[in-house]
Structures are given as C-alpha cells and as structure tokens.
C-alpha cells in the first residue's frame, strides 16, 4: 500500500481500517481495527515523548502493516509534519531535513551506524523509536551513548503499535519497559504477560511472553511458545540465541525438531557453512544442555517481510531437514 491509498482508505466512512499482523509466529493474519483507537494510540505516544504540533515525523516502514500506518495517523492526529521516505534498509540515505521523530526496526538502525553521514542523521533525531524485532546487546550499547532519546518499544498490532517504552540512550537507560498511564499489566498463571489498554484495545489481550513485573515496570524474558523441553529441560531460544549472538558472524536462528528420545531437539539453523566451527563456539559458550543437539547450514534463514525471525517457518524447515 502506498501513501495516497491509506490516505484514502483513512478518510473515507468506513470506523475501520484493515491491517495485517506481522506473521513472526505464523502466516500474516488480517486484522480490522477501529480508526478512533489508533487516533487514541496516537495521542498516548505524542503525549508520552512530548511530541509538538509542527515536529517532523519520519515515515520510512510499510504502510502494510501497523508500525507505518501508525506514524501517519500520529502526524494526522498530533499535527506533526511528515517526512516520507520509500522504506528501505537505509531510511536516512535521501533525508536532508533534521527529524524529530522516527521509528525504526533494529536492521534500518544498525545500517545507518555503518555509513558515517546517516550516522550523523540518526544521532540528530530528538526521539528515535525501535521496535519490530529484538535489539541485541552490541546495537543496544552503541545506542546508549546517543545525545538524544532513544526508546525500544513493546506491543504488537493487536495494541495498535506499542504500549510500553524503555530508554535504551543516556542515564535514564533501563531494561524496564514503563507502560504509558493508561496501561496495566500483570502476569498469568504461565507467567505471561496480561495487557489491559482499554483506549486501544477492546479485550484483555493475554500474550505468549514470559515476563517480569516490579513496581509497574516489566521486562520480557522470551516467548513461552519459544521454550524448547529437551529431554525434560526447558531452555528458552532467546537466551542462547543471545549467548551466541557476538559470536558468530553469518546470521543464524535457534529452534526445535521432534526428537523420539529428547522429544525435542535444540536445533541451529546457519547461514555459515563451516558447521564445525559453529559447533565449536557452541560448546564453548553454552552449558552442556543448552547446546545445540542439531546443526544445519542454510542458504537464507527465514524471516518475515518485516524482518523479524519467521519461527514457525524455522521449526517447520528443522524439521525437513
């Protein structure tokens, strides 16, 4: 979808919109939302950051899916000043105009750092939002000396974009998501996180992601539908993807096959070739249990159009190998 048919699908008479989710855990699902519900998420975001009617807001994701189209409805509704940009993996390479707001996936931001005058753009933007996939530890510790505010995001399409944001730049970084005032969490009996965000979302949504709640705040330890029981061991992927993360250089994700003793088997998928250097590192950095039992090189690990790690797809390709 392009600008001028949002546009035109936003101002027409219809409540809703349609949207699609991004399909990280599966195929993308269609969605249809309500237009004062994202016009409210618009309002708690400018609201939380301090954004002012006149601010330039940086468009440079997909209007297919919520992360795009939210950023237009935010400048609509909150009188910001769009920039628009074709998304690409190098948003800042055209931008000549100083920013004040943009919102990033962590690929786009980790591009920007190599070339040195988009670094400087990108340094330059007053509040830079990321979100669409995790952001490792290296980019997460380049991004903290940043001048200006730099936020990672927690939500999903289901709440409209995000309901959570933690500063990842200056002395105010934290691992903590806060949710925005209108936002509770608790956990339940799995663990997961419980959202309730009356302006944005209708229902109770009750996730997949095991977390953490002190004083309001939360932080997220990983997918429940991301543990992998080998052997009678639980071991959750995004802890050793994690671990394995600075170490080995060509992109990889961790996932599961079926196994007839284990039940299931930690299983690596690779892009790098040399598999015993892969298993080698492994070994070395990770405890006996959390080693990866399969192995496998990959020409293309799977990911989604937004760039997130496409697990069902993994799972389902471990086990066809």
Request: some cysteine; proline content about 5%.
């Amino acid at each position: 979808m392009d600008y001028e048919a949002f546009l035109t699908q936003w101002n027409n008479d219809a409540d809703c919109v349609l949207v699609h989710t991004s399909g990280s855990t599966g195929a993308p699902k269609p969605m249809m939302v309500e237009k004062r519900r994202m016009e409210a998420s618009a309002r708690i975001t400018c609201a939380f950051l301090g954004l002012k009617p006149g601010e330039s807001a940086l468009l440079c994701m997909p209007l297919d899916y919520i992360a795009g189209k939210m950023m237009v409805v935010r400048a609509l509704t909150c009188g910001l000043r769009l920039v628009t940009v074709a998304p690409s993996s190098h948003p800042l390479a055209e931008v000549d105009e100083p920013i004040d707001f943009a919102a990033m996936v962590p690929m786009q931001v980790a591009n920007s750092l190599k070339v040195a005058a988009e670094r400087e753009k990108l340094m330059a933007i007053k509040h830079l939002i990321i979100g669409g996939g995790a952001i490792d530890d290296a980019l997460e510790q380049e991004l903290r000396a940043f001048p200006n505010a730099v936020w990672s995001t927690y939500g999903m399409t289901e709440t409209l974009s995000h309901i959570a944001l933690r500063r990842i730049s200056g002395c105010d970084a934290s691992l903590w998501y806060t949710p925005f005032e209108s936002v509770t969490v608790s956990l339940d009996n799995r663990g997961c996180l419980v959202i309730d965000a009356p302006e944005v979302c209708a229902q109770r949504l009750v996730t997949n992601d095991r977390a953490e709640i002190v004083d309001g705040r939360f932080r997220i330890l990983g997918r429940i539908d991301n543990v992998v029981c080998s052997g009678g061991i639980k071991i959750q992927i995004e802890e050793v993807e994690k671990s394995l993360k600075p170490l080995i250089q060509k992109r990889f994700i961790i996932t599961k096959r079926s196994d007839s003793t284990l039940g299931e088997a930690l299983t690596l998928l690779t892009e790098e070739s040399d598999l015993e250097a892969v298993r080698a590192i492994c070994q070395q950095a990770l405890p006996k249990y959390h080693q990866p039992r399969h192995i496998f090189h990959v020409e293309e690990i799977p990911t989604t159009e937004t760039g997130k790690p496409a697990r069902a797809r993994a799972e389902a390709l471990a086990n066809s190998l």
